[in-house]
């Protein structure tokens, strides 16, 4: 899909890169420096928002924009994924079953449910512009029957999602430029079969956009074949959100099969982690790779960093690299002062988005 999708709180040109504010916030950054590296929309996800401050709560705020002064559109990731890797690392913490995921948080703790039902209205209490539909994801490693009742199950919660979800909007009289967009995930692991069983249910289903689903990269970093796939099954004129693909060249790899979105923990956590993306040329005047070739990360413990006066990347406008030296960014990170966390977050992200505008340039050049 080219151009830009419609939202409540405006347009949103493609592509386009989410960073993750998982529990409302990304760390160490305010909304002032979002929009200063160029980032135009974040993600939120409802299963912690749940948990902590609880969405009831952020609806008495106003809901999630004005809770953390955000006026661009947000995401909501349904949740699904976190409630499988909490069981998934202990299976004893919950279950599975056709009402959705029963779950505590602690062996001692109070009993949740999340419903198809209560994920979209939680999305929409929360106010968010993008709504994923609750979704099964089996692992990467699981049998064959356990893979189709992921499918089984995500094609019939999808199926509870979009009528709670055109319920809630018609009862409210929500009017179609007002109308947040609900995206279907297409699961299926690594069997083409299903992958293609998924994505035509969830097509005959009908909605706004379609996420992929599941683990998208091998054990040796590349993108799986069924990253492909759902590009091949789902409608060329819906946004394709590739949903957790963020490592730099697997982002490239993917925007060049067809997605649209990209949302991704790895540049603040690589930030917080003192690893820092440098392009190996100016962005604007290459051609990204297919390998990772294009760009190289630094390690600001590094030694050779304690009388460096160059900036992390001499081609970069961002405020980290405007106005501090690598030695500074070192110092800051040995005595960890906060501004370190922050200044090589503000660098990350805006690496992400230089990345996106040169994508974005490569698409309209096509």
Not at 15 to 23: I, K, V
Not at 44 to 67: C, D, K, S, T
Not at 226 to 234: A, E, N, P, Y
Request: proline share 7%; charged share 25%; glycine share 10%.
């Amino acid at each position: 899909m080219h151009g830009a999708i419609s939202t409540p709180h405006g347009p949103l040109t493609l592509p386009a890169y989410l960073p993750d504010a998982t529990r409302g916030v990304i760390r160490s950054l305010d909304a002032t420096d979002l929009d200063a590296v160029g980032v135009r929309a974040v993600m939120v996800n409802v299963f912690h928002l749940l948990n902590r401050p609880g969405v009831r709560l952020i609806a008495e705020q106003g809901g999630i924009h004005r809770f953390m002064n955000w006026t661009g559109p947000i995401a909501a990731d349904s949740g699904g994924f976190q409630v499988f890797s909490l069981l998934d690392g202990a299976p004893k913490l919950g279950s599975v079953s056709n009402k959705g995921f029963t779950y505590r948080l602690d062996p001692s703790g109070k009993k949740h449910l999340l419903t198809p039902a209560k994920c979209i209205q939680a999305q929409l209490r929360l106010g968010a512009d993008l709504l994923f539909c609750l979704d099964y994801c089996a692992g990467p490693d699981v049998s064959p029957q356990a893979l189709r009742q992921g499918v089984r199950q995500t094609v019939e919660w999808s199926r509870a999602c979009r009528e709670t979800f055109d319920q809630i909007l018609d009862e409210q009289r929500i009017p179609p430029e007002r109308r947040p967009l609900l995206l279907g995930v297409v699961q299926g692991g690594e069997d083409p079969s299903l992958r293609r069983e998924c994505a035509e249910c969830l097509r005959e289903i009908g909605f706004d956009g379609y996420g992929f689903g599941g683990w998208p990269v091998t054990d040796s970093g590349r993108l799986t074949e069924s990253v492909g796939w759902v590009v091949d099954l789902t409608p060329s004129d819906k946004p394709r959100f590739a949903l957790g693909i963020g490592k730099p060249e697997n982002l490239v790899q993917a925007f060049r099969l067809g997605y649209d979105l990209f949302d991704c923990v790895m540049p603040t956590r690589d930030a917080r982690h003192r690893r820092l993306y440098v392009f190996n040329q100016s962005v604007e005047q290459q051609r990204p790779g297919k390998g990772a070739d294009f760009y190289r990360c630094i390690y600001m413990e590094d030694a050779k960093h304690v009388r460096d006066p160059e900036p992390v990347d001499p081609g970069c406008d961002c405020l980290c690299c405007r106005g501090y030296s690598r030695a500074y960014l070192h110092h800051l990170f040995r005595i960890k002062d906060g501004l370190a966390h922050r200044l090589a977050s503000i660098h990350n992200l805006r690496f992400y988005q230089r990345l996106i505008a040169a994508l974005a340039t490569e698409r309209t050049a096509q």
